[in-house]
Nanobody, 118 residues
Framework: QVQLVESGGGLVQAGGSLRLSCAAS????????MGWYRQAPGKQRELVAT???????VYADSVKGRFTISRDNAKNTVYLQMNSLKPEDTAVYYC????????????WGKGTLVTVSS
């Protein structure tokens, strides 16, 4: 099992910045990719950014150039630096971890709310 705990959400004005953190514990040796997804009210959960253990990254088009995902393998933590925030970035942000294919598991955190005011 893998446990994921997010932190760093909150209320920020448009144009501001926040940094989210996700600490992983448990069978962390199984983890390959980690990432962030978000779900706005009335919308489906969507990918924000992912990063593999080898630090390859993928970003949603809507956040490219504004958000940066990074990973500290020594601390088993993934970060999401969010700059130039927009009201449309308001959502619950969920941390995600995917194991190597041999284990075939996916884990989610409970989420942290980010609210961007205009």
């Amino acid at each position: 099992q893998v446990q994921l705990v997010e932190s760093g959400g909150g209320l920020v004005q448009a144009g501001g910045s926040l940094r989210l953190s996700c600490a992983a514990s448990g069978s962390i040796f199984r983890i390959n990719a980690m990432g962030w997804y978000r779900q706005a009210p009335g919308k489906q959960r969507e990918l924000v950014a992912t990063i593999t253990r080898g630090t390859s990254t993928v970003y949603a088009d809507s956040v490219k150039g504004r958000f940066t995902i990074s990973r500290d393998n020594a601390k088993n933590t993934v970060y999401l630096q969010m700059n130039s925030l927009k009201p449309e970035d308001t959502a619950v942000y969920y941390c995600n971890a995917v194991t190597t294919p041999v284990y075939g598991m996916e884990y989610w955190g409970k989420g942290t709310l980010v609210t961007v005011s205009s």
